[in-house]
């Protein structure tokens, strides 16, 4: 009786009628629609070689933390200006701004001789900079301990950086999972210099895999089919790439490439392509 829910899953699938939940490989031609929307991927799901995976204008795919698509078929993601497709995570990131992407390692501290302290800085668009200590307290600590694998920590003080200064006035509540989700005056809006610059000594044992949960793996093409996939019009975010050892990409190509037509990759702690 368990099992029912997920074969009448692939009944709805296998006729193109709405359904919720993919929990299974996709082994028949299969059409996403913007009215079945949003899908929910519960599970690690290939698109078996031979099937078209076909996702109209306008539909929303959100994959459960840690999973992945894998294409050894072909993926048809061909969306419009006005319609474009979505492919995230069914995790709510509260305050984060899709035009801005926050690199493959996000936040580091630097220049404390070990792994638990130092100032901290924060990779954004592809860039290093420092946080302002401006409203820091203990809240705020915990958060950037807590993303980097720890239990917590405190404010601290270490040498300053220079260049930019990504974020000022951070306010979190203490149950956000990055710092890019707590309040801040706008990235590289601040009215501070680099003698304020947050430093931390973080607590605990480091888990270098804990945030990366609330994160999706990305799409993987590994197939040889003569028809090439496609992504058109496509936005993609909050990618970890292969959890949880592997950063890899957001977009993944280790068979044949798909072709790219105004695709977003925003939000992402992995790189955006990797071949
Ligand atoms: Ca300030």
């Known amino acids: 009786m368990k099992t029912w829910p997920r074969a009448l899953c692939i009944l709805l699938l296998f006729n193109n009628v709405y359904c919720t939940t993919i929990s299974s490989d996709i082994t028949v031609d299969t059409t996403l629609t913007q009215s079945g929307s949003p899908y929910e991927v519960n ?22 933390p840690g999973k992945r698509l894998t294409v050894e078929g072909v993926l048809r993601a061909e969306g419009t200006d006005v319609d474009r497709i979505t492919l995230s995570t069914t995790q709510t990131h ?4 899709l035009s801005y992407d926050f690199g493959v390692a996000s936040i580091r501290l630097v220049e404390g001789g070990s792994p638990e302290k130092g100032r901290l800085e924060v990779n954004i668009n592809g860039k290093w900079g420092t946080v302002c ?7 705020e600590a915990d958060v950037a301990c807590k993303q980097l694998g720890f239990d917590g920590g405190v404010l601290s003080s270490f040498t300053s950086g220079s260049g ?56 993987a093409f590994t197939g040889n089919s003569a028809i090439t996939s496609s992504l058109k019009h496509v936005d993609i975010s909050f990618t970890s790439g292969n959890v949880p050892s592997d950063r890899s990409g957001a977009v993944e190509i280790i068979g044949n490439p798909p072709t790219f037509e105004n695709v977003r990759i925003a939000n992402c702690l992995s790189s955006r392509v990797e071949y």
């Open 43 to 64: 599970n690690d799901i290939t698109i078996n070689d031979g099937i078209t995976l076909t996702v109209d204008p306008g539909a929303v795919i959100h994959f459960s």
């Open 94 to 97: 509260p305050g984060t701004d």
């Open 133 to 139: 200590n401006n409203g820091w307290g203990q809240h």
């Open 164 to 219: 930019n200064i990504w974020m000022d006035n951070v306010v979190c509540t203490g149950v956000e999972t990055l710092l890019f989700e707590c309040q801040h005056s706008g990235y590289g809006q601040n009215n501070c210099d680099h003698s304020q610059d947050v430093g931390l000594i973080c607590a605990g044992n480091q888990q270098p895999s804990s945030v990366l949960h609330n994160y999706w793996g990305g799409v």
